[in-house]
């Protein structure tokens, strides 16, 4: 177990804008940051980050928390793991207390993939550097490619003996089960016979964007027409190749700071650039781009630079992805190297600083290009033109016309000149292969919505967008306002009380509060001071079992309710913010409960006149009508407003 102590070194050391600005690329809006959300596709930035509170909150789904939780959800950590990922990042050595038999046992089922993943990498690379075949035959393959030292280091490259079952006896041998290592794709059984997957190949380790190994790929080194060049880790819980890019990792940085991320096809492209000084760089390892990769790319991004060798197969393989890129308001250009060289080849001849002359004076655009390949292939033949328009306009269709209308407008035209066709005839086109899309996902989403009939949501496992969020009535604004003011003024002066906190703890009825939330926020709050004798802070309920109170608190922080319209509307009142006005935010929020606690009372009176026959009692009631109707308005007065309209009327 990690002790407590340890726990608050790691989040007092971690700092917010800069564990997100790993993942992300964020940008300075006024006293917050912000960015495309990680957890879902957006176009338009909702996803913003308070480095003065420590928090972040997207408004487009609805997520929300502290650096921990941040973390958890974008890494797919448990608690201690991400408490482990935060120590490892800032160099916190851990307390721990040791662990029970069954303990470790529970921990190796959890983690189990990624322990073994992270062994199976150091004892790579350990036959790599450290044995004499790792050094006679795979050492000797990567220094004839040119890599140093210090970039095998970097990329954790590694060997696998050529032995039947060296990798699998070292691993037994360790503790891990066959079963585990199978799954792993790093053994195989045949016929109840164990034998290495790798064997007699060098090794990729494959690297989720904060350093943990998903999976491996290898390539073989002796001739062997019946084995495949390259071979991958197969899909498990922790790998899926359409969502990971080879290089992220030791790429992520550079690509934020240069504001462009290069694409190339293999592991070895993107090692010799990295040795070259080129370090923006990321491979799909011979995939199609995908939306996870694209998304990956896009959270650093959207500047992206396809590197590709000029023969025919690179060409086919530009191509592929490209639409989907642009349907997600990338820019993209293409490089294509001379024929016979690739981007490994190019910068281990020419170096980085040619390397970036070539792509700098080379670069085409998507559209260009294609039609630079097609009307190649189509020559004169009309069903292949005809083909290529069709291509051409569904491509320039997945533009955002309402982003980038001018980008739109610029390809239709260059497209019409080049293909020498009627321009409103191709914008017809254009047009309706928006519409085919527009309508297949509209059809699309109503089955979607037919299929998952809706399920009551269990509490601590709500994940919400922001709209289905939002206060089912008016007044409730006004209770979660009550949270923000508790929570982030609470610990400040307040004449005639010890604080903020206490004015609120001794006016206020908590039984007035409707909503369930705000309720358990209110006295969870009231719980941890009499407990521990202190206020509670934002991080407290930032980090709430209940992930719905989590998200909402959030985002309190990053942009504020309104006040209710029905409350403006009746009282005039309205909540002054900024640090110098806390005091107006306080007594408007102490107004509004003491107006509540005199409506409630208002209303038990009309109706005890509804049913009450005793002259002397309805006198009363009358009376006692009256002198609330003037606390009422003293309360107002007191605020320095003028009540325009009264509740009810």
Not at 20 to 41: D, E, M, T, Y
Not at 67 to 78: A, D, N, P, Y
Not at 417 to 434: C, M, W
Not at 483 to 496: I, M, P
Request: glycine letters at 8%; a negative charge; charged letters at 25%.
């Amino acid at each position: 177990m990690i002790s407590q102590n340890s726990i608050q070194e790691v989040l007092n050391r971690a700092d917010i804008l800069d564990v997100v600005g790993q993942f992300v690329r964020l940008k300075k809006r006024g006293a917050n940051h912000i960015a495309n959300c990680p957890f879902h596709h957006e176009k338009t930035p909702s996803f913003y980050v308070s480095g003065a509170k420590g928090i972040y909150k997207c408004f487009g789904c609805g997520k929300g928390g502290n650096v921990l939780t941040f973390i958890q959800e974008h890494e797919k950590l448990t608690y201690p793991e991400a408490i482990r990922w935060l120590a490892d990042y800032y160099k916190v050595t851990l307390e721990e207390s040791e662990r029970t038999p069954e303990q470790q046992q529970q921990q190796l089922a959890e983690e189990s993939l990624r322990i073994l993943n992270e062994w199976a990498a150091s004892q790579f690379q350990q036959t790599l550097l450290e044995t004499e075949e790792g050094q006679a035959i795979g050492l000797s393959y990567f220094k004839q490619r040119g890599f140093r030292k210090e970039i095998i280091d970097r990329f954790r490259l590694g060997y696998n003996p050529e032995g039947y079952d060296h990798f699998y006896r070292a691993a037994i041998q360790k503790g891990y089960n066959a079963d585990l290592l199978e799954k792993a794709g790093l053994v195989k059984n045949r016929s109840g016979m164990y034998n290495d997957v790798y064997r007699g190949r060098v090794i990729f380790p494959i690297q989720s964007m904060t350093g943990r190994v998903l999976g491996f790929g290898a390539r073989i080194l002796k001739s062997n027409e019946k084995a495949p060049k390259y071979i991958n880790t197969p899909e498990n819980e922790l790998y899926n190749k359409s969502r990971v890019l080879y290089g992220m990792y030791q790429s992520r940085q550079s690509i934020g700071k240069l504001d462009e991320c290069f694409l190339v096809e293999g592991y070895t492209d993107v090692i010799s650039l990295h040795q070259g000084g080129v370090e923006n760089v990321v491979s799909s390892s011979g995939t199609s781009l995908t939306e996870d990769q694209l998304r990956l790319i896009g959270q650093l991004t959207k500047n992206l630079t396809i590197l590709y060798d000029g023969d025919a197969a690179g060409v086919k393989a530009a191509l592929r992805g490209l639409d989907m890129a642009l349907s997600q308001s990338f820019n993209v250009k293409l490089v294509l190297f001379p024929e016979g060289d690739d981007p490994d080849s190019f910068i281990q001849k020419a170096g980085a600083g040619k390397f970036h002359e070539y792509v700098k004076t080379h670069k085409q655009d998507v559209i260009g290009f294609r039609l630079e390949v097609g009307m190649k292939e189509a020559a004169s033949d009309p069903v292949q033109k005809s083909k290529l328009v069709n291509e051409i306009a569904e491509s320039i269709s997945r533009i955002n016309k309402a982003e980038d209308f001018a980008l739109q407008d610029h390809y239709i035209r260059e497209a019409t000149r080049k293909l020498q066709v009627e321009e409103a005839g191709f914008i017809n086109l254009v047009n309706k292969y928006i519409r085919e899309r527009v309508d297949g996902d509209k059809k699309y989403q109503q089955r979607r919505n037919e299929q998952q009939a809706p399920e009551p949501a269990e509490q601590g496992t709500v994940d919400m967008p922001a709209e289905r969020i939002a206060p089912a009535n008016p007044d409730e604004q006004q209770e979660w306002e009550l949270v923000r003011v508790l929570l982030e003024q609470g610990a400040k002066e307040y004449e005639g009380f010890a604080n903020v906190a206490e004015v609120i703890h001794n006016r206020i009825d908590p039984d007035l509060i409707e909503t369930m939330q705000v309720r358990q926020i209110y006295d969870g709050y009231f719980h941890y001071k009499d407990t521990f004798g202190n206020l509670p802070d934002i991080s407290y309920f930032v980090s709430h079992p209940d992930l719905a109170i989590q998200h909402r608190v959030a985002g309190l922080f990053q942009t504020k309710d309104s006040m209710s319209e029905k409350w403006q509307t009746n009282y005039g009142i309205e909540t002054l913010h900024g640090e110098f006005n806390y005091l107006n935010e306080v007594d408007s929020m102490l107004a509004y409960f003491e107006l509540k606690k005199i409506k409630v009372v208002q209303t038990e009176i009309m109706n005890r006149l509804k049913t009450e026959q005793d002259i002397n009692r309805i006198t009363a009631l009358h009376r006692k009508f009256l002198e609330l109707k003037q606390s009422e308005s003293e309360v107002v007065k007191k605020m320095g407003t003028v009540i325009v309209k009264q509740l009810g009327r």
